[in-house]
Structures are given as C-alpha cells and as structure tokens.
C-alpha cells in the first residue's frame, strides 16, 4: 500500500466484504465458544432464527416500513425549507449575518432534548417524530449548504456579471449549478443522520417501527433481536446510500469528469 494509491472497484469489494467475514468470525469466536454470555450477546445463528420469526410472526416489515417513512418524510421537510435558506445565506451575506448565529447555536442542540417537549406540543403520533428528525437535520443542512454556496470561485462569478447576468441569473446560472453536486453530498451525508434520530425518536411514546422493536426486545433480554434491527438499519442505511451515490453520479456526470 502506498499513500492516497487508488483501488480498483474489484479489490474495493473483496476489501470490504473482508472486514465483514473477519467481523462475523470474531463474533462466532466469542460467543459460540462460550467466551461471552449469551445474555449479553447472542450468536450469529440465534441471531438469524430471531429475525426470521420477528419478519414471519410479529410483523416487522410494518415496522421496518413505519421507520421508512418516518426517515424519508422528516427527511424531505428539512430539506426543503434547509436548502433554499442555505442558498439565500451563502449568496446574500446580509441574510448570512442574520441568520447564521441562530443557526450555528441550533445545530449544537440535540434532537433528542426536544423529544419531552414535542410530544407535549404534538402528541406521540407521527408528527412528532417527523419534527424530531426534522429539527435534527435542518439546522446542519442549512449551514452546509450556505458554506458550499458562499464557497463559489469568485472569478466565474464575475465572469457572469460581464456578461451582463442579472442577480437573480447569477444564483440560477452560477451559484446553484457550481454548488449542486457538493449539495447532493450534503443530504446523502445528513440522511445518514437522520437514522439516529428517527430511532432516538422511536424510543420514547412508540408502538410501531424499528426502535420501538428494540426498546421491547431490551426489556425482555432478547439480544438477538436487537442485534438484527441494528443489522436491518445498517443494511437499509447502506442501500439508501449507494442509491442517493448512483442518483448523484447520474444527475452530476461532470463532477466525476
């Protein structure tokens, strides 16, 4: 191996699927050979016959879906109402100035403290958990955005400006194209996140999704369900993430000119 030496998308593969083997043979070391407590951590093989009966027996793809849309919806609001403010603060400096110290201070604030007062404000039904992912995500989608904007090259800026581009022409000809790919990165990156919050959020005041599964599993000691909701997350996390991957590449095919 030598330093930033790029691989090919063959060893790239056996690399990572590596890590995995290895990953499952220590798991199957330590606890098929007795070395940890299967109170404390079930085997593989538990594991599986555990998650086979959640999906054939308790429903667990509602669940598995219930989370789905919770992500998804909590998700699409932050960025919707994220990206435009971003593009205005990155563009405007006098909106940057007003609005950044708010949101440099919101973004340090956990989702998770919010949770108490949500669900005195909107109860424990769906639209609290959308508002706690929601609030997870829009105030780091903001700022981000407003950086990669601001970070435009100043000299095709005014390139545009002799050409004779009106403001207005200068974000929707310049400043958005030079900027959506990196923007495109941002969300793939910040909905990653919002997993974390839609299980902080399933948690507390839930009867349905994959975090609300766990929490009962806990309480019954069942490790193996909850290694395999852990296990689905991951997986739905990494679909989702060579999928916004692809989508990006094929939208933005010059970023990887």
């Given at each position: ?27 199957s070391w ?36 219930m ?21 205005l ?16 201070f ?10 108490p ?26 700022l981000?955005?407003a ?15 002799t ?26 990156l ?31 000691l ?5 290694i ?9 996390g ?20």
């Amino acid at each position: 191996m030598r330093p930033l030496d790029p691989v090919t998308s063959r060893q790239r593969a056996a690399y990572g699927l590596a890590f995995f083997v290895l990953f499952v043979a220590l798991w199957s070391w330590a606890t098929f050979g007795g070395h940890v407590s299967k109170t404390f951590l079930a085997n593989p093989l538990t594991m599986v016959q555990e998650g086979v009966e959640l999906l054939t027996k308790h429903g667990f793809l509602f669940d598995i879906g219930m989370t789905i849309w919770r992500v998804v919806g909590g998700f699409a609001l932050a960025a919707v109402i994220a990206v435009p403010l971003g593009v205005l603060m990155g563009a405007y400096k006098p909106v940057e100035a007003f609005l950044e110290p708010f949101v440099s201070f919101a973004r340090y604030l956990p989702a998770s403290a919010f949770i108490p007062l949500l669900i005195l404000w909107a109860g424990i039904g769906e639209l609290q958990k959308l508002l706690v992912i929601f609030i997870g995500s829009v105030f780091q989608v903001i700022l981000m955005v407003a950086v990669t904007v601001g970070a435009t090259r100043r000299d095709l800026v005014e390139a545009a400006y002799t050409l004779g581009a009106s403001d207005r022409g200068i974000i929707r000809r310049v400043l958005l194209p030079s900027s959506a790919p990196e923007i495109a990165e941002i969300l793939r990156l910040v909905l990653g996140w919002a997993w974390t919050y839609v299980i902080v959020a399933e948690l507390i005041g839930s009867s349905s999704g994959i975090g609300h599964m766990i929490t009962d599993s806990q309480a019954l000691l069942n490790t193996g369900q909850i290694i395999f909701g852990i296990i689905v997350i991951g997986l739905i996390g990494l679909i989702s993430d060579f999928l916004f991957k692809a989508f990006n590449a094929w939208l933005f095919p010059w970023k990887l000119a």
